[in-house]
């Protein structure tokens, strides 16, 4: 595909976008996940004509045959990314060529085509600036955006399907965290993994959350908010939420987070705060953490802070952390110093407010 000619994409706009008083409505308090705007991007690929169809055109609902090959062997792998408006009134994205070429590592890991980076990232600038009416008024608000990818060769064998379709839509979202980010209580899952090694842990699939829906659901009905899980060979060393990364504190100025390695999803957000912790100053290293370390380390004081990061809510503090062996409290139970301050420092790249010194931003228009 590497000499493919560019895609060109077609403009269909909606023939009959929401009317501005009702999405000004809609985008006033839009929360997360539930709202969506006029417009979504479509790609087709097949194995005759590669990628193909690239157009840009109004959300609607999609015919699938009931021999789709996703709705039977699950082949989806989606990204998660945010487009900002800054004081300026320009738009922005945060490290769009890091979602594309995950998105083509994940498209690897499930035996699905790759879509060339650039066209990856001119289908979400695409949408995003037929859209742009619809960034939410309200403070901390963004442009959350979903591109995704699924089999939908009507075919029941069990081999990669020969067809194939990418589609970006985009879902106003208000400020996760309302007032600024409270401290998160997480669970330590004894009986569920999420990844094994040699499985899709890495990679950014459908499945792997439909697996973790059961711990998660397990977590809230213990009274807490996430669900951590633990390595799925030694039951010992701690890997990640279900959606976010894992950092943790101590008080001799070092940070760890567990080491990239197949079973945990190597977010952008670590990445991101692994160079702006190191800025800080702070020994940062990627470094199996277990979960009895870790309740040792909170109780003796030396484990200062533990932060949890994704797209989605940015920095999370960890307040509380519970298992079937009992629960123990991190630092004073509340946001630490060091997570709100990287917190305060990326969102600030991200919405213009602080210098961009690793040209991780860019503007769309
Ligand atoms: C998407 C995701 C993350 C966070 O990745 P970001 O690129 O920082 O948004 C972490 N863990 C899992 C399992 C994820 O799916």
Sequence with gaps: MAN????????IPHPAPVPGATRDQAIADPGFG?????????IDWDEGQGWHSARLCAREPILLDPAA??????????????????????MALFRPEKNASRFNDSARRLAMPELPEDAFIEAVETVVKADRDWFPSVEGGSLYIRPFMFANEHFLGVRPAKKYKFLVILSPAGNYFKSGAPAVSIWVSSDYSRAAPGGTGAAKCGGNYAASLVPQ???IAEGHDQVVFLDA???????????????????????????????????ITRDSLLTLAREEGLTVREERYSLEQWRDDAKSGRLVETLACGTAAVVTPVGRVASRDGEFTIGSGGPGQLTTKLREKLVGIQRGTVEDTHGWVRRID
């Design 233 to 267: 060979v030694e039951r010992k060393w701690i890997e990640e939420l279900g959606g976010m990364n894992l950092f943790f504190v101590f008080d001799d100025g070092t940070m760890i987070t567990p080491p990239l390695g197949g079973t945990i999803l190597p977010g």
């Design 34 to 42: 539930t709202v969506f705007t006029d417009h979504m991007i479509s």
């Design 217 to 219: 659901a397990e977590a």
């Design 69 to 90: 090959s996703v709705l039977h062997y699950a082949q989806e792998i989606f990204e998660g990314m945010k487009a900002y408006k800054r004081d300026d009134g320009s």
């Design 4 to 11: 493919a000619p560019a895609l060109k994409f077609e403009q």
